[in-house]
């Protein structure tokens, strides 16, 4: 069973940047559409969708992040990567990797990303 571990979050001011990695023990290729969400705190367990990537790089992204934030995948290096420029204090959240549609196996336990002045 293919594990997803999550990387790159930390503490970061308003505008600045961050890169996120989703590693893969398995092959992205075969899973299909890969995507990125957040749970923000406070608003219990919803996972908000964030972005997602399909096998052959066609994109979509939520509303709110459209224009600051860019998913890409390495098919070869079992990776998905979300960058996250102009990152503003709402962005603050745990940020997870999965498929498209989501599949509980999947979760892991997510990068904390934390947007202060």
């Known amino acids: 069973q293919v594990q997803l571990v999550e990387s790159g979050g930390g503490l970061v001011q308003p505008g600045g940047s961050l890169r996120l990695s989703c590693a893969a023990s398995?092959?992205?290729?075969?899973?299909?559409?890969m995507g990125w969400y957040r749970q923000v705190p406070g608003k219990g367990d919803q996972r908000e969708f964030v972005?997602?990537?399909?096998?052959?790089?066609?994109?979509n992204y939520a509303d709110s992040v459209k224009g600051r934030f860019t998913i890409s995948r390495d098919n070869a290096q079992n990776t998905v990567y979300l960058q996250m420029n102009n990152l503003k204090p709402e962005d603050t959240a745990v940020y997870y990797c999965?498929?498209?549609?989501?599949?509980?196996?999947?979760w892991g336990q997510g990068t904390q990303v934390t947007v202060s002045s």
């Open positions: 999965n498929k498209i549609p989501p599949a509980t196996q999947y």
């Open positions: 398995g092959s992205i290729f075969s899973i299909g559409t």
């Open positions: 972005a997602h990537i399909s096998r052959n790089n066609w994109v």
